[in-house]
């Protein structure tokens, strides 16, 4: 899915910083843009944004314009890296109210980082917490890194000892624990996923039309948290003035 596209299933569109409403903007990689694995053309945060009822009616009126005005813009790129991640914010205004969606590090670990050992998971944090820091965006949601062999190392498809390649997966995983509460929050997406079972990746990696809403779901209670929290401060502002 390209920026800016419109949203299939959930029939809102992408819009600029400029536009009115509750803005959620996406960054990282195919965790959240993975529109292109389901038929269905269906990726996290539109969901978050608009639920599709015909798909998921367990979730119906739990989505943002359930309840109000929302926006998306994504950003996030199948196959994006952590050098990927500054490309993603160009052009980038400073919307409010708004929350930031970010999921990183998988496609790192599949080009190099499973087999680490040290120098390139500094490097990691060093290149995601400049990212973080200079993401315009507050709060930021951070998602850990799942495990689509779900703990079993019998699984294990890298071409990588499992023990070095799961040694790396949770020192990522804790990376991404220590940074998530200096810019917003940590979002648990390995532990939920851990919960899961294979109907939820598609071509062994990839979030399937079911992984797609369990992202989401993940997402949501913390995305919501950020809405009502600017939004009720913003009225309080309102009132006070």
């Not at 820091?133 to 951070?142: C, D, F, N, S």
């Amino acid at each position: 899915m390209m920026a800016g596209a419109a949203l299939m299933a959930g029939g809102a569109s992408c819009t600029s910083s400029s536009t009115s409403g509750f803005a959620v903007l996406t960054f990282g990689d195919s965790i959240l843009d993975c529109a292109r694995y389901n038929v269905y053309s269906v990726h996290p945060a539109q969901l978050i944004v608009r639920n599709d009822d015909r798909l998921f009616p367990e979730f119906s009126g739990r989505d943002l314009t359930s309840s109000g005005s929302a926006r998306l813009d994504h950003r996030a790129r199948d196959g994006a890296r952590t050098d990927d991640l500054s490309g993603q914010i160009k052009g980038l205004g400073v919307p409010a109210p708004a929350v930031a969606l970010v999921t990183i590090g998988g496609n790192d670990l599949l080009t190099g980082l499973a087999a680490d050992r040290g120098r390139g998971m500094m490097r990691f944090e060093w290149q995601l917490d400049a990212f973080l820091h200079a993401l315009p965006i507050r709060p930021i949601l951070l998602g850990t890194v799942y495990d689509p062999t779900f703990g079993d190392d019998s699984r294990n498809f890298l071409g990588v000892d499992a023990t070095i390649a799961r040694a790396n997966l949770n020192r990522m995983n804790e990376i991404i624990t220590e940074l998530a509460p200096r810019y917003g929050q940590l979002v648990d997406v390995h532990g939920h996923f851990l919960g899961g079972d294979p109907s939820w990746f598609t071509r062994i990696i990839e979030p399937s039309l079911r992984g797609a809403s369990e992202v989401r779901a993940v997402f949501l209670p913390g995305v919501m948290k950020a809405r009502d929290e600017q939004l009720g401060g913003a009225r309080r502002a309102s009132e006070e003035g």
